[in-house]
DNA sequence: ATAGTTAATGTACACATGTTCAATATCTTA
DNA sequence: TAAGATATTGAACATGTGTACATTAACTAT
């Protein structure tokens, strides 16, 4: 069973001109009517394909967390957990970030519904669960690890809120270097 | 000169028709049309006070966040800075979203705007703020304190969003035991 | 109590939203 | 390539959005 081309067509045409009017308006004026208008799709359509405007951006945030994913799984991450990783694994954050900043800058604005910021957090936290898994082998019983994975994918994701509201204007270089100094004064992933 | 009664009464019926609508929907799916006729105010009426419905909702945060600032600037304050008095300022944030639960329901909300969470965090940055200028002083000159402040101040709420998540289930007490066991794993305001 | 000020109302308009349905065009498979 | 399946179109409808403006009502200050 082949894939309708009618139904690609019509997806990557709305696709395109979603890419099309950022270039020009920020995600939140973009309607409906207008992304339809260029596509030359019929409003009725883009229903049975999408429920709103931020449908259509979505697909491109999974585009974007899969290649994220593939960056972060290499194959060193098959060795043990050591602070020298945590750092290469956080400046590989940075890199992300700032190669689709003009997706993040959307992101992160006021505007836009927590789901992408969630949808990050998500991607993150599930880096940071196989840190943990591999370093916090012998954790104290009594914590909950949920809540320690969540407290430091944030921490993580509260750096590149700073960085989105400074404009992105510190180096990748320098954010690692901060990064690194943050992590000496509260080792949140010193051996135990 | 007197604030204008008209005004007032405007302003008063929209708010209290969003609390009324709030019982029975989400947030996202109240329209000005309805709310206006609901509260009896005329549609054109609504936008010389208020620009969409999230206007009218940021009112009550600001009210929420007016609270959580009296709570937290208590007279222990002005003391110098301990490791005791983070996990009372930070069981004072529990607290505090306990209590207006129904409204952080919504604020966490995966449809919601980042503007709330955005508001929460610089509430909570400014207290964090207060704490890393009284403990950390004698910084290593080379941090650029805003990343520390915002990584310290997210990490704090990604403890909130997982609270969020497992829907509000864990106990205060439960919470506060939880952080003091993630802030004595990373330290982050131990003594230097 | 009145005059002057200003907020609220009612109406209208152009456009957007979300849904429905019959007619048409385009695909897939045999 | 023809038949059957299904996606797209166009049209219509009720409702929401954002704005404008003349009219009416309510308020403040004197």
Redesign the interface.
Same mark, same amino acid.
């Given at each position: 069973m082949k894939q309708d081309l009618r139904i690609l067509k019509t997806q990557e045409s709305l696709r395109h001109a979603l890419l099309t009017l950022l270039k020009t308006k920020p995600l939140e004026s973009i309607t409906i009517a207008e992304l339809c208008r260029l596509a030359k799709i019929n409003r009725g359509t883009f229903y049975s394909h999408y429920k709103n405007v931020h449908d259509v951006f979505k697909h491109y945030l999974e585009v974007i967390v899969e290649d994220f994913r593939h960056a972060y799984e290499e194959p060193y991450h098959k060795t043990n957990f050591h602070i020298q990783h945590i750092e290469a694994d956080m400046i590989k954050i940075f890199h992300h970030v700032k190669k689709y900043q003009d997706f993040y800058q959307i992101i992160?604005?006021?505007?836009?519904?927590?789901?992408y910021?969630?949808q990050l957090?998500d991607t993150v936290r599930s880096f940071m669960q196989m840190s943990i898994d591999d370093s916090y082998l012998e954790l104290?019983k009594?914590?909950?690890v949920?809540?320690?994975i969540?407290? $430091?994918?944030?921490? #993580?994701?509260? *750096?590149l809120?700073?960085w989105h509201r400074?404009g992105y204007e510190?180096s990748i270089q320098e954010?690692n270097? $901060?990064?690194i100094? #943050?992590l000496s *004064?509260?080792?949140?992933f010193r051996k135990?």
């Amino acid at each position: 069973m082949k894939q309708d081309l009618r139904i690609l067509k019509t997806q990557e045409s709305l696709r395109h001109a979603l890419l099309t009017l950022l270039k020009t308006k920020p995600l939140e004026s973009i309607t409906i009517a207008e992304l339809c208008r260029l596509a030359k799709i019929n409003r009725g359509t883009f229903y049975s394909h999408y429920k709103n405007v931020h449908d259509v951006f979505k697909h491109y945030l999974e585009v974007i967390v899969e290649d994220f994913r593939h960056a972060y799984e290499e194959p060193y991450h098959k060795t043990n957990f050591h602070i020298q990783h945590i750092e290469a694994d956080m400046i590989k954050i940075f890199h992300h970030v700032k190669k689709y900043q003009d997706f993040y800058q959307i992101i992160f604005d006021e505007r836009i519904p927590m789901m992408y910021y969630y949808q990050l957090f998500d991607t993150v936290r599930s880096f940071m669960q196989m840190s943990i898994d591999d370093s916090y082998l012998e954790l104290d019983k009594s914590i909950k690890v949920d809540y320690l994975i969540s407290y $430091q994918t944030n921490a #993580i994701l509260g *750096i590149l809120i700073e960085w989105h509201r400074q404009g992105y204007e510190t180096s990748i270089q320098e954010l690692n270097q $901060q990064l690194i100094t #943050i992590l000496s *004064i509260n080792s949140p992933f010193r051996k135990m």
